[in-house]
C-alpha cells in the first residue's frame, strides 16, 4: 500500500416491503480493509531537486558517457508509530534513459536520449542506530541480505528497506523514523548522438514512495 491514503465510506439504505408478505432477493455484502499503525511522511531537502546548472558541451565525451559530479539531498522519512515500510522509485520521464533500469533526463528537441540517473541512499539511519539494506524483486516474498548501504540503489522494479541488525534476511524492521543521504549521479550520453545546436534542458524528474509492508 503507497503512502497516499483514499478513504472510502459504504453508505447502505434500505426501504420497506410494499407488502409485509413479500418475497425480496438477498446478496451478501463483505466489508474489507487494513488498520495500519501509523502514517509517514517523506521529506527531502533542497526542495527535493538536484540542480546540475549549466553544463558545457566541450566538456562532455563525444564518444562515451560523461559522469557528473553527485549531488546530495538528505531524506528523512518520520512516522506517527513504527511501521514496517520500502521505498520504490518511480521514474517520470518515461522511456527516456540512456542505460537500461536507470532513471532517465528526458530527451532532446530531436528526440534523443539525453542521459540516465542513479538514486541512492547511504549513510542511513533508523531510529537512531545504522540502517542495513535489504531489497526485494519480488513483492516482498523474500529480501537480499541486509548491508552496509554506500549507496543502496532506490529500484523501479523492486523495493528497499532497512533493518536494524545486518545480515538478516526477514526484511525491513518496524521505525518510526528513518534519515539518510540521498546521492544522485547523472550521466550525460555521448555527444555523437545528441544534437546540441542549443540549449539542451535536463528534465530528470523520479518519485519516491513509501509502501507499507
Known amino acids: 500500500m503507497k503512502l497516499t491514503h483514499t478513504l472510502l465510506t459504504l453508505a447502505i439504505a ?13 446478496t451478501e455484502l463483505t466489508i474489507v480493509g487494513k488498520i495500519l499503525p501509523g502514517a509517514c511522511n517523506i521529506a527531502l531537502s533542497n526542495g527535493g531537486v538536484a540542480d546540475y546548472g549549466d553544463i558545457r558541451s ?31 522509485g518511480v521514474d517520470n520521464t518515461g522511456d527516456t534513459s540512456f542505460v537500461t533500469n ?17 538514486i541512492g541512499l547511504k549513510s542511513v539511519t533508523v531510529d537512531d542506530v545504522t540502517g542495513f539494506a535489504t531489497t ?8 537480499s541480505d541486509s548491508v552496509v548501504p554506500g549507496p543502496a540503489p532506490i529500484p523501479r522494479d523492486g523495493m528497499i528497506g532497512f533493518a536494524t541488525t545486518q545480515g538478516v ?24 548522438g545528441l544534437t546540441i545546436t542549443g540549449e539542451v534542458p535536463i528534465r530528470g524528474s523520479a518519485t519516491i514512495n513509501v509502501m507499507y509492508l
Request: charged share 20%.
Open 14 to 26: 434500505s426501504a420497506a416491503a410494499s407488502a409485509p408478505n413479500a418475497f425480496a432477493q438477498s
Open 58 to 88: 566541450t566538456a562532455l565525451k563525444p564518444v562515451d558517457s560523461t559522469e557528473l559530479e553527485a549531488k546530495e539531498l538528505t531524506m528523512t522519512v518520520t512516522c506517527d508509530s513504527a511501521v514496517r515500510f520500502a521505498m520504490q
Open 102 to 118: 536507470r532513471y532517465g533526463l528526458g530527451r532532446t528537441a530531436d528526440d534523443e536520449r539525453i542521459g540516465s540517473a542513479t
Open 136 to 143: 526485494t524483486y519480488n513483492q516482498g516474498e523474500t529480501w
Open 169 to 192: 534476511t526477514t526484511g525491513p524492521d518496524a521505525v518510526k523514523s528513518l534519515q539518510g543521504t540521498l546521492e544522485v549521479k547523472a550521466y550525460i550520453a555521448p555527444t555523437d
